[in-house]
């Protein structure tokens, strides 16, 4: 399943400069999914981020984490209570960065769902460039408050 900004747009409260993620390109109902986030210079972060040097900010790339398990657990859902609910980080854990993103980069999302206990999703995730691995959190969310 190819999911595109627009209907990314649809399903995740976001916007830019915090929508982090440009496109799904694969997705296995309640077990994984795949995002790709564009990294460019006209990322408004980069201007402090540092200057001369830049470097996208690990929160940024967990947040992209975070943002691309929201769209697995939305795009498998078939009950739409949890589409109209802003979801929230609970924890994340096991956070480890490998490599520094730069303009130029395209960070490949993978997200795996580990489980849903009492409205606590949980995920696996790891972020790549070219293949290489940049980024590895487990992180928990759950729904909120209405958007």
């Known amino acids: 399943m190819i999911v595109d900004i627009n209907e990314i747009m649809k399903i995740l409260p976001h916007r830019y400069p915090f929508l982090l993620v440009d496109r799904i390109v694969e997705f296995e109902e309640n077990k994984k999914i795949a995002g790709i986030k564009n990294v460019t210079m006209n990322e408004p972060f980069f201007e402090g981020h540092f200057p001369g040097h830049p470097v996208m900010p690990g929160v940024f790339i967990v947040e992209a984490m975070a943002q691309t398990g929201g769209l697995l657990v939305r795009?498998?859902?078939?009950?739409?209570?949890?589409?109209?609910?802003?979801?929230?980080?609970?924890?994340?854990?096991?956070?480890?960065?490998?490599?520094?993103?730069?303009?130029g980069d395209q960070l490949r999302i993978e997200m795996e769902l580990l489980g849903n206990r009492r409205g606590i999703w949980a995920f696996s995730g790891k972020a790549y460039v070219d293949g290489k691995l940049a980024c590895e959190a487990e992180l928990k969310a759950t729904f909120g408050g209405n958007i």
């Open 75 to 103: 795009l498998s859902s078939k009950d739409d209570t949890d589409n109209n609910r802003v979801c929230y980080f609970v924890s994340v854990d096991k956070t480890k960065f490998r490599r520094p993103v730069q303009p």
